[in-house]
């Protein structure tokens, strides 16, 4: 048995973020406390993920390194 994964990532998004954006799990936590992360930052030094709570308290400090800001936020509200 091999884990192949599907890649269901449409050709626009992938060439909006470089290819490098896939989608949170439930795995991925936030960086700050551990939370579910909901938020992807990919910074020019690295990536962080964060729960929205930190995603906010962070944004605008962060902003000026940024390079891509992947917010899953809408799934949280869309339950
Ligand atoms: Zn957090």
């Not at 991925?28 to 579910?36: E, M």
């Not at 962080?48 to 809408?74: G, I, M, Q, Y």
Request: glycine fraction near 6%.
């Amino acid at each position: 048995m091999s884990e192949i994964q599907e890649v269901t990532e449409t050709e626009q998004e992938a060439v909006a973020t470089s290819g490098q954006t896939s989608p949170l799990t439930a795995g991925d936590r936030c960086d700050s406390c551990g939370a579910q992360a909901y938020v992807r930052a990919t910074l020019v030094f690295g990536e962080l993920l964060f729960c929205l709570h930190h995603a906010t308290l962070n944004k605008e400090a962060l902003a000026a390194n940024t390079v891509h800001w992947h917010d899953e936020s809408d799934k949280l509200l869309a339950r």
